[in-house]
């Protein structure tokens, strides 16, 4: 048990027994008063948002999720499958992936997050290497300054096909690395 000053972002705390991932944290009051937190939440199981005001000394479970490795493996409309090294196919619904679903390549592996034995999302790494399947050529005298363009990577499911933003310099067919949790390019992968 923890006390609600003790939270942070990201943890993830039961609510009314519903596990909840805490995605910001603002606070209000003085030590004369007393501390009041406001916090915006997000339900892991069904993905509807919530906001609380808690007082500073009500206690939460803090929850340890479990991660496995697996392998993406197919889409079954609404369902994104992945498998683990013993075979067994976890399930994770859409609206779950979130910013995943973006990444995803076949054979691609990353962590599965698991809560009461059950898959409730995917984790990716941190940076990837995609191929560019589209982009704008370059426009001459357009070089002033720190000047972007969009680019779309490859992705297993064309629907979710994907744009970042890249220097011009970066062509069509080149290899890029990507930091998925911010959608940045980071450089130019050469072989």
Request: charged residues 30%.
């Amino acid at each position: 048990m923890k006390f609600a000053k003790e939270i942070r972002v990201g943890n993830i705390i039961m609510v009314d027994s519903k596990p909840m991932i805490v995605l910001r944290s603002d606070v209000n009051g003085s030590s004369r008063t007393g501390f009041t937190y406001k916090w915006k939440m997000k339900n892991l199981l069904t993905n509807a948002p919530q906001e609380s005001v808690f007082r500073g000394d009500d206690k939460f479970d803090v929850v340890v999720l479990d991660k496995k490795p697996v392998t993406y493996s197919y889409f079954a409309d609404p369902l994104f499958v992945f498998m683990d090294e013993e075979y067994n196919q976890y399930e994770i619904e859409q609206e779950n992936m979130g910013d995943a679903i973006n990444y995803l390549k076949d054979g691609m592996e990353c962590e599965a997050v698991f809560y009461d034995g059950k898959a409730i999302s995917v984790e990716l790494p941190t940076t990837i290497v995609r191929q560019i399947i589209y982009s704008e050529p370059a426009v001459k005298g357009n070089t002033s300054g720190n000047v972007l363009k969009e680019a779309k990577i490859e992705n297993a499911i064309e629907a979710y096909c994907h744009t970042v933003q890249v220097p011009l310099f970066v062509d069509q067919e080149d290899k890029i690395e990507i930091d998925t949790r911010t959608n940045e390019f980071k450089k130019v992968v050469r072989n």
